[in-house]
C-alpha cells in the first residue's frame, strides 16, 4: 500500500479542468521534499510531467501544472485533450524508507 | 539526449537470481543517481534502489536485502541483481536517471518468474 494516496481515477470532457492529489505524511511531502509527477500512457515507460512541485520539463505544455501545500499536492490539467488520458503517478522521497515513494497511480479519462 | 536501454532475460526460474543491465548514452554515469523502478502488469511503480555513479548504493528495504547494485564506468552501465525471485517479482523493469525526478527512462524490459 502506497503512502502517497491517489485517488485511483478521475475523469472530464475536453477542455475541462481536472484535478489529481497526492497526499502523502510528515515523513515525506510535509517534511518538504519535492514532489514530481509522471505520466504513463498505455504500454509506454513513464515520462515525468512536473518536477520539483511546479516546473514543468521543456517540451510539457503549460496545460499541466503542479502545486504543493503541508502534506500534500495537486496536479493540475486544463484543457483536456483526448491525448491526455493516461495513468499519472506522484513521487517523492521518504524519510522513513530513505528511499523513493511513488503514489497508487490514478487513471484519466477523457469522456 | 540522455537515453537508457535496459538488457537481460525475459524469463527466470523461481529460487533464481535476475541480472538486468541498464546502458546509458548521452550522459556520464559517474556524475548522476540511477534507479531501478518496476511494474507489475496493472499495477502502480515499485522503486527497488538506486546507485550513484561513484557506487555507493541504497535499496528499498521492502525487498528485504535481496537487491545488488553496481555500476560499470568504463561501460557507462549499472546493474541490478535480484535474488530468491517469486512470482510476485514478475514485472516490467525500468531503469531512470534520478536528476531532480525521474527524467530519463528506459523503455523497460518484461520479466517473468515462472518455472
Known amino acids: 500500500q502506497s503512502v502517497l494516496t491517489q485517488p485511483p481515477s478521475v475523469s472530464g470532457a475536453p477542455g475541462r479542468r481536472v484535478t489529481i492529489s497526492c497526499t502523502g505524511t510528515g515523513s515525506n511531502i510535509g517534511a518538504g521534499y519535492d514532489v514530481h509527477w509522471y505520466q504513463q500512457l498505455p504500454g509506454t515507460a513513464p515520462k515525468l510531467l512536473i518536477y520539483?512541485?511546479?516546473n514543468r520539463p521543456s517540451g510539457v505544455p503549460d496545460r499541466f501544472s503542479g502545486s504543493k501545500s503541508g502534506t500534500s499536492a495537486s496536479l493540475a490539467i486544463t484543457g483536456l485533450q483526448a491525448e491526455d488520458e493516461a495513468d499519472y503517478y506522484c513521487q517523492s522521497y521518504d524519510t522513513g524508507l530513505s528511499g523513493s515513494l511513488f503514489g497508487g497511480g490514478t487513471k484519466l479519462t477523457v469522456l | 539526449q540522455v537515453q537508457l536501454q535496459e538488457s537481460g532475460p525475459g524469463l527466470v526460474k523461481p529460487s533464481e537470481t535476475l541480472s538486468l543491465t541498464c546502458t546509458v548514452s548521452g550522459a556520464s554515469i559517474r556524475s548522476y543517481y540511477w534507479s531501478w523502478v518496476r511494474q507489475p502488469a496493472g499495477k502502480g511503480l515499485e522503486w527497488i534502489g538506486r546507485i550513484y555513479g561513484s557506487g555507493i548504493t541504497k535499496d528499498n528495504p521492502s525487498f528485504k536485502s535481496r537487491v545488488t547494485m553496481s555500476v560499470d564506468t568504463s561501460k557507462n552501465l549499472f546493474s541490478l541483481k535480484l535474488n530468491s525471485l517469486t512470482a510476485a517479482d514478475t514485472a516490467v523493469y525500468y531503469c531512470a536517471r534520478d536528476h531532480s525526478g525521474y527524467d530519463a527512462w528506459g523503455q523497460g524490459i518484461l520479466v517473468t518468474v515462472s518455472s
Open positions: 520539483g512541485n511546479n
